[in-house]
């Protein structure tokens, strides 16, 4: 066998360290940032230029309230009185999510697709972001319609979840793959 195919059949998932876990955070708040600028601020002010696919405003910890409410059986009143969205959207946003795109997301396109640059990496991410926000905590798990009935929420949370990823997969390409 030659290196090369010895090397096309390895798949190296990176070692979790400081340099990686100070990646994920710092790569998590600058998405995060991005995510809830792009969901709360610039998706409504440019809702004339682009309707109906901008407009509409992001609800993601009233998404975690739900969720978590229907999870744990608490309700989403009880869930949202103590803050526990804030913290899922926070927590996810700024270490399970850059983690899962390092940990998961980069070392399989790196193996499947050598040739998809890290910023198409990052957009596919986060379409998987979408996806699992919509459809699978939203609809699957709090009971909405599918991807939110394809309104524009659904397409301002397609575009802020892609931003949220390629933020990621930048601060991820500038930190340890330059």
Do not use: C
Request: proline content about 6%; overall charge positive; aromatic content about 12%.
């Amino acid at each position: 066998m030659t290196d090369m195919s010895a090397q096309a059949q390895t798949f190296e998932t990176p070692t979790i360290n400081s340099k990686l876990l100070t990646t994920a955070v710092l790569a998590g708040a600058f998405a995060t940032l991005g995510f809830d600028l792009f969901g709360q601020t610039i998706s409504p002010l440019l809702k004339d230029l682009f309707a109906p696919y901008l407009g509409a405003k992001l609800a993601p910890v009233a998404l975690a309230n739900q969720s978590l409410g229907i999870i744990t059986g608490l309700g989403s009143k009880l869930i949202s009185q103590y803050g526990i969205g804030h913290g899922i959207h926070l927590l996810t946003g700024l270490i399970l999510y850059p983690l899962g795109y390092m940990l998961i997301a980069r070392p399989i396109s790196k193996k499947v697709t050598p040739f998809l640059p890290w910023w198409g990496t990052g957009a596919v991410y986060g379409v998987a972001l979408f996806v699992f926000a919509l459809y699978i905590m939203a609809h699957l798990v709090a009971g909405n319609p599918p991807f939110l009935g394809w309104g524009s929420i659904t397409w301002v949370a397609l575009w802020g979840h892609m931003v949220f990823g390629l933020i990621v997969a930048g601060v991820h390409h500038w930190r340890h793959e330059k």
